[in-house]
Every structure is written in structure tokens, then in C-alpha cells.
């Protein structure tokens, strides 16, 4: 598509593709996710709205799902997830900056995750508040839980879940009732729908207009 580039480069010292999905016009916002050969072509649905210059940054993920859970939330392989979280803050962004010429400013950075992918947009998302100004998750997994007591300077977060996915609901408002009971900005959001059904991507550009543009 002309209005966007999707470069893909692999990144060392990680040994992984990332995937970009470019502008064609100014940059005004940046999402990073996971499972980004699958979320980045996403980008093509926000050419025409209002987030038609964000740039969407994806980690690529791995084939094997149990070292995909490793990856993306903390209590499944600590040393795992502590890896990929040193990758995604100390060679992605630092690459992006100076490959794309965007600053990264917390209010115009958000972390973006559906399923486990959303596990890992919760834990970057409390644990780096500095750094990525808003959350997106989508139909989180249990492997990642609320803290006893959520943080009160974790990142506004937007959760989404599928009425016909009651596993992954459950999560989500679980969440939900963490961050309210911390009073952290957020929105809960049920859509017709079971899990990795289309309506993580028809959400997509409503979350990000939530972030960058509420």
C-alpha cells in the first residue's frame, strides 16, 4: 500500500525481525507490540483516520508458544521475559529513534498486546510508565496477574475482551478492577466475539485513538 512502508530488519545482539510499518507522512505517535509480523500490517486499517501517522512497531514473535509465553509475561521464564524486555527498551527503541528520526515521548508512546501479547503490554506497561504512556490490551492471558497493589503511576490502559471468550474476559476485568481500585485512568471495553476474532484489529485504531487523540 502507497500510504504506508512495512520495513522488516533483524536486530542483534537479540537475533530477532522487527517489523515497522511506515508513514507516509509525518509521525506523530508510535505503537510498539509483539507479534509483530502478525499486528503490523494492522497499520494499513488507520490510513485515512486520524492515527494515519503512527508509527507501529512490532517485535517478531517466536514459533515455539511456550518460549512465546516466556517472553511475554513475567512468571513463566523470569530470565526469559527479562531478555526480551531488555531487547525491546535497549536496542528496539534506541534503533527506531535513530532509524526513523521520532522522538519517544511517554504521551505519544503506547505498548500495544493481544492474548499473551497482552500480558506483555501489562507488565511494560506498570513496570516502565516512563516510557510507554498508555496501554493496550486485548484479551489478556492469566499468566500475568494485578500486583497486590497496582502502582499509581502505571501507564491509562484500555482493555478489550470478547463476550464469547469467558477465559480471557475474566482477565481483562480482573484488570479492570485492579486499576480502578488504584484509580488509574482506564476504559473496559466487550465486544461480540471469542478469542482471535477480528475484532482485536477492527479495535485497533479506536485504542490508539484513545491514547493519542482522547
Same mark, same amino acid.
Given at each position: ?43 494499513? +486499517?488507520? &490510513?485515512?483516520?486520524? %492515527? ?29 521475559? +527479562?531478555?526480551?524486555? %531488555?531487547? &525491546? ?8 529513534? @535513530? ?10 508512546? *503506547? ?6 501479547? $497482552? ?5 511494560? $506497561? ?21 500486583? @497486590? ?13 470478547? %463476550? ?5 474476559? $475474566? ?8 486499576? *480502578? ?9 466487550? %465486544?461480540?466475539?471469542?478469542? $482471535? +476474532? ?17
Amino acid at each position: 500500500m502507497a500510504d504506508i512502508e512495512i520495513i522488516t530488519e533483524t536486530l542483534e545482539p537479540f537475533g530477532r525481525a522487527v517489523s515497522v510499518a511506515v508513514p507516509a507522512g509525518p509521525i506523530d505517535a508510535v505503537v510498539f507490540t509483539g507479534d509483530g509480523q502478525h499486528v503490523v500490517p494492522w497499520a494499513e +486499517d488507520l &490510513v485515512g483516520t486520524a %492515527r494515519a501517522g503512527t508509527l507501529v512497531v512490532g517485535v517478531h514473535r517466536v514459533d515455539d508458544e511456550h518460549e512465546r509465553l516466556g517472553e511475554y509475561s513475567p512468571g513463566v521464564e523470569p530470565a526469559r521475559f +527479562d531478555a526480551h524486555e %531488555r531487547f &525491546v527498551l535497549r536496542t528496539v527503541r534506541p534503533w527506531v529513534a @535513530e532509524r526513523f528520526g521520532v522522538s519517544l515521548p511517554a504521551e505519544r508512546t *503506547a505498548i500495544f498486546g493481544a492474548s499473551a501479547g $497482552g500480558e506483555l503490554a501489562l507488565a511494560l $506497561g506498570l513496570r516502565h510508565p516512563a516510557t510507554f504512556g498508555t496501554v493496550l490490551c486485548a484479551s489478556p492471558g492469566a499468566g500475568y496477574r494485578p500486583p @497486590e497493589s497496582v502502582p499509581t503511576d502505571m501507564a491509562p490502559t484500555y482493555l478489550v475482551a470478547g %463476550r464469547d471468550e469467558p477465559f480471557f474476559r $475474566g482477565n481483562a476485568l480482573r484488570w479492570a478492577l485492579a486499576l *480502578a481500585e488504584a484509580n488509574i485512568e482506564s476504559v473496559m471495553t466487550e %465486544r461480540a466475539g471469542g478469542h $482471535g +476474532d477480528g475484532f482485536w484489529r477492527d479495535e485497533f485504531p479506536l485504542m490508539l485513538a484513545w491514547a493519542f487523540d482522547r
